[in-house]
Every structure is written in C-alpha cells, then in structure tokens.
C-alpha cells in the first residue's frame, strides 16, 4: 500500500475521511476510536462463543488492522491477562493483526505493548493467505476461533470489484469459526469517490461498475449463509457511524 508524503495533499488526507485510496489512514484511529465498537461488543465474547476452556490456544484474526491500537484494545477488552504469574502457552489467547500498509504495520508492531500475544505483519489478504495458514500451523489450529473484519468490505470492492468483495468474504470464512463483520455501508461508498476526486486523484477503478450496492452488509450476508456455510448469529448494533456490527458462525 502506498504511504502518504508531507505535502498540503496529504495533509487534506490525514482529515478527510475516505480520501485514502486503500482505507489507509495513518490517524485513523483520531477520528473512529476503538471505543466506538468495543462499547457494543460484551467483553465475555470470547466465554459466549465458547473459547474459553483454558485447553487449547484461541486464535483471533484482525484484517485491515491499521496501526494496531483496536487489535491491542480489542484484545485487552475480551482478555484478562494474569498479573502475577504467566499464562500456561496452551491457555494463550493470540491476536494476529495485519494490514497491506507497511508504514502502518511497523507503527504498530513498534507500539505493541503485548508482542508475546499479539503480532502483526503486512499482507495483502486480496493476493496471499499463506502466511494466514502458516501462523496457524505455527498454534495447531485448522482456523481462527475468531476473525475481525471491520471497516474494511469497501475498500476492497472499490479496489477490486465485485469478485473481489466475495473473494474476501469466502477467503474469511473458510479460516474462521466465527467471522465479526462491519461492511461500510453505500453512503461511505459515494463520500469516498467524492473525497478521492475533490483531492484531484483518479477515481476509483470499479466504483461505476458495482453491481453489488445499497444494503451492502445485507448482500454480504447473503454470500456468507449461502455460499460460505456461514450463519448470522448476533447483531451488536451499529456504531456511532450507523454501520452494523454482524456476527457469523461457521455452521
């Protein structure tokens, strides 16, 4: 992913929402704190899907993590780290985060505060899951208990068209049990193409072609319980942006 130079551009970027072409921000989290999703999400999540039995490792996926700061308070949110003794390995819960923004994985990975349990690394989950499959060959695990996917749907449509979306979603299922999903709504859609063409760049390659449009979260759904062997199991709400908090299960 393309990083931002210091110019009067970028500094447009760094406060205009949907002006990062990749969803990319490099101060996203100034204007969409982790607080506005973990106010939604019960911190007994982990006890409730039933991955907490303390017998074997619980693996949980963060796609699109950014510079990290709500996989770190994601984590701290469903886990209670033991104060005075380590954790036995075998009762680890382990967070992997990763972003295809470089700049923003290195920004994360130097402020992690818990590198024994949660990692971080660049991917373009569009083009390669083989280091997904090899971190979870690393814990013995066939998939990840839970996968975080949030803010992320639209970037990848806009980017690589329909095909692309449902490509995301049935990679995501098909390693994770259960799959937490925030798709932009199309309204994030038209503000993002706007931004991009106010700052005098190229529109986005598939904006004008989509099929897939309006209730976005809704047709995700659909591909998820009748393509992905997924079903829809909770909804958290939606956040301070009106966006749907969906929780699917592997069935």
């Known amino acids: 992913m393309a990083t931002c130079s210091i110019s009067s551009v970028a500094d447009d970027e760094l406060n205009d929402p949907g002006a990062a072409p990749y969803g990319n921000f490099i101060n996203y989290y ?14 007994t999540l982990l006890q409730d899907l039933g991955h907490s039995d303390g017998h074997h490792a619980t693996l949980i996926l963060d796609v699109g993590c950014n510079s990290g700061e709500l996989s770190v308070a994601f984590y701290k ?5 033991p104060e005075c003794q380590e954790e036995p390995e075998e009762r680890k819960v382990h967070l992997l985060g990763f972003d295809l923004d470089e700049t923003l994985i290195q920004r994360a990975q130097q402020n992690n505060p818990l590198p024994a349990s949660i990692s971080f690394i660049p991917l373009d ?18 998939h990840f208990h839970l996968c975080l996917c949030l803010a992320v749907t639209m970037w990848v449509h806009l980017n690589h068209g329909d095909a692309g979306l449902l490509q995301l979603l049935s990679r995501l299922a098909s390693v994770s049990q259960h799959l937490l999903l925030e798709a932009q709504p199309w309204k994030c859609y038209r503000s993002a193409a706007r931004r991009l063409r106010k700052l005098g760049r190229s529109d986005f390659d598939h904006f ?10 809704e047709q995700a759904r659909e591909h998820l319980e009748g393509h992905c062997g997924m079903e829809l199991i909770r909804s958290f709400g939606s956040t301070t942006w009106d966006r749907k908090l969906l929780l699917f299960k592997r069935r």
């Open 30 to 43: 100034t204007f969409n704190p982790p607080e506005n999703r973990l106010s939604l999400i019960p911190s």
């Open 77 to 81: 949110h469903l886990v209670q780290e």
């Open 125 to 142: 989950v569009t083009k390669d899951t083989d280091q997904l499959q090899h971190y979870l060959d690393q814990h013995g695990c066939s």
């Open 208 to 217: 004008k072609t989509l099929k897939i449009r309006g209730d976005v979260a």
